[in-house]
């Protein structure tokens, strides 16, 4: 042990020493390699999961085609999300907010919301989950796809039934209720 290390200041510091287990995470947006999901015709981009931050938040980059976005919902964890390109029309508690790019919105625990893109562009966003969790769900309901732009394959009316029975399923086990209207 280095004898020009003072312990004494580590042992009574209020900050945990440092896990050397846990590793820095790189992550591009644009790998292919990244774990892209097709979902309800947006797809997002898992960069930074519950297993990389102890369970402290997930990252997800989302690509929002015109028309695209959520249905109403709500959940157990606060989201934040920050446009990086484009715009959304975000509801929350039934008020409506368009949201562009360079400004972030949070929404606390439990409230009800969705977001749209209602323009004619696609929208980019990052989505901070807290806790993790959110990727899991849409790894478990959504499809692989090629890319981060890739658009998620197109349902016929049977797939979509299934889909939404599926969605509504597996929303309580990932802490998430459907809403009719936000």
Same mark, same amino acid.
């Given at each position: #042990?280095?004898? &020009?290390?003072d312990? %004494?200041?580590?042992? %009574? %510091?209020p900050i945990p020493p440092d896990d050397p287990k846990r590793n820095l995470v790189l992550a591009q947006a644009d790998e292919q390699s990244a774990s892209h999901i097709g979902?309800?015709?947006d797809t997002y981009t898992i960069l930074i999961t519950g297993k990389d931050t102890n369970g402290h938040f997930c990252l +997800? &980059? #989302?690509? +929002?085609? @015109?028309g695209g976005g959520p249905p109403p919902h709500r959940h157990d964890f606060e989201e934040s999300f920050i446009v990086l390109e484009g715009e959304i029309e975000a509801t929350f508690r039934g008020q409506r907010s368009s949201v562009r790019a360079g400004a972030a919105i949070h929404i606390p625990a439990n409230a009800p919301h969705q977001f749209q893109n209602t323009s004619h562009h696609p929208a980019r966003l990052l989505? +901070?989950? %807290? @806790?993790a969790g959110q990727e899991e769900f849409f790894a478990t309901v959504g499809v692989a796809v090629a890319t981060r732009t890739t658009a998620p394959p197109t349902l016929d009316p049977a797939a979509q039934a299934a889909f939404k029975t599926n969605v509504e399923a597996l929303a309580t086990t990932y802490r998430t209720e459907m809403l009719q209207h936000a």
């Open positions: #042990m280095n004898s &020009d290390v312990t %004494s200041a580590q042992l %009574s %510091s979902l309800v015709g +997800i &980059d #989302m690509h +929002i085609p @015109p989505c +901070i989950c %807290s @806790p």
